[in-house]
């Protein structure tokens, strides 16, 4: 049986993604970085799109 594979701790960036995904992951779990971006944010709806853009730039890393 065929199970998917999902890596994550201490995924940040798009290239932390590529490399997982090239390693042969099937996906990335990135949740620690969000946090730490909306308890750093003053402003908690400035906090949206700032996470937003996060979770692009780490999709990014996904998709090639």
Known sequence: MDLPVLAGFGVSTARH???LMEAGANGVIAGSVYA???QSCADPV???SR???KVREIKSGCIF
Do not use: E, K, P
Request: hydrophobic content about 40%; glycine content about 0%; overall charge neutral.
């Open 17 to 19: 993604a590529r490399v």
């Open 36 to 38: 730490n971006m909306y």
């Open 46 to 48: 400035d906090s949206i």
């Open 51 to 53: 996470i937003r853009d």
